[in-house]
């Protein structure tokens, strides 16, 4: 990309792709670039046979005769380089094929006119150099190709114009230089053609490339907003979107789904005895242990509040959440992280409400949830923290 800035700060008619950035273009130009070559190939056949069968209707045999051999020249020499361009080949090859294949045409379409003399001798060695002119126009390749094809195209026809015993050799050498200029000025806009095309494929180069850190910027900014960015786990915002996508998207109704309520006992007392700063490595560390008690990747925990977290257990039945319950109180408690001043022991414990819901068309709904999971959480906080209380009868009325 610094290669692409570079090019595309300087003037226009000064970019040149070398290396990296010219393989990338010929990537890009070769199926456009043969289809045009193929394309090519077949109308000068299809113009030569037909010009071939007008002079057969039209001439006497006479004059059509000496036209036949060097005519049969021109279709082999297009055919085999229609099928060389059917799939890519490596520069060089590439290159002598087209270059050898519009040579032939181009002495074919020459030695037609100079076979049958006359009034065919140089009108056939300018259509030779019309059909010059049309392949460095349209063939979007390399400029040295081009100007080989110019240049090939100017040594026949001034060969044959000095050998034209109807012109003198100054004639012959006046009308190479005049058709000279013109086939100059053709290369010269062949290669502003081919400029203005690599300026193109540059500008689509960085254009993709600020499109992917945009959208690389997007998905960081995306990151951030359903991240709690001290802890490294998702947001509130973002566990309730999981959570409503959840119970939306799987319309299975014994397929269960449950929510873990947990709340660091004490925490307000912790970070009034030790700082913020030992609180803050608190949740971290409790946000950690929970995210590596969860049963695998469609388990998700998030930041609810301030020392409050959420589990979502997807496909989980009440069993199956009261396990994964008890693992993180128990992992919690045995890390021993220290909370002096807490009511149960010195260390950092943690209460766990416990919600599970099947979607059987009862009416529950993912808030029912939710605000279950918060009720199980008081109940456990009234009958003396660190233990996992499940939703009942009892926690049903702590929510009314």
């Not at 007008?54 to 020499?77: G, H, R």
């Amino acid at each position: 990309m610094q290669e692409v800035e570079r090019q595309l700060g300087g003037r226009t008619r000064d970019i040149h792709l070398d290396g990296e950035l010219a393989y990338l273009f010929r990537e890009r130009s070769w199926p456009q670039a043969s289809k045009i070559i193929r394309a090519w190939m077949v109308w000068v056949i299809v113009l030569d046979v037909l010009t071939l069968s007008l002079n057969a209707v039209l001439l006497s045999i006479e004059t059509v005769e000496p036209m036949l051999l060097p005519a049969s020249i021109l279709p082999p020499a297009a055919i085999v380089t229609a099928i060389a361009f059917r799939k890519p080949l490596s520069p060089w090859q590439q290159g002598a094929f087209l270059i050898s294949g519009v040579f032939l045409i181009l002495l074919s379409v020459a030695l037609v006119g100079v076979n049958t003399g006359g009034e065919f001798y140089e009108r056939h060695l300018t259509i030779m150099l019309f059909v010059a002119v049309t392949a460095i126009v349209i063939f979007p390749v390399p400029l040295s190709w081009s100007i080989t094809i110019g240049a090939y195209a100017l040594g026949i026809y001034l060969v044959f114009q000095l050998r034209n015993p109807d012109i003198g050799v100054g004639s012959a050498i006046a009308g190479t230089l005049f058709f000279t200029s013109g086939v100059a000025a053709t290369v010269v806009a062949r290669r502003t053609a081919t400029i203005l095309a690599q300026k193109t494929f540059l500008l689509e180069l960085r254009d993709r490339n600020r499109l992917a850190d945009l959208t690389d910027a997007n998905a960081r900014l995306e990151l951030l907003a359903r991240t709690d960015p001290l802890t490294g786990v998702a947001n509130r915002r973002s566990m309730m979107d999981a959570l409503q996508r959840c119970w939306n998207d799987d319309h299975s109704p014994n397929n269960g789904v449950a929510m873990l309520m947990c709340d660091i006992d004490d925490f307000k007392k912790l970070n009034d005895n030790l700082g913020h700063s030992e609180g803050d490595r608190c949740l971290v560390k409790v946000a950690g242990i929970i995210q590596s008690s969860m049963r695998d990747e469609r388990d998700q925990v998030a930041r609810y509040g301030g020392e409050e977290f959420l589990v979502l257990l997807p496909g989980a039945h009440e069993e199956a959440a009261r396990a994964v319950a008890e693992t993180i109180r128990g992992r919690v408690e045995a890390a021993s992280l220290p909370n002096p001043t807490s009511h149960v022991i010195p260390y950092i414990t943690v209460s766990i409400g416990v919600a599970t819901a099947t979607r059987d068309g009862a009416g529950a709904s993912a808030e029912d949830l939710q605000r279950q999971a918060d009720a199980a959480l008081y109940l456990a906080k009234k009958r003396g923290r660190n233990c996992v209380v499940s939703y009942g009868a009892e926690a049903e009325q702590a929510l009314k």
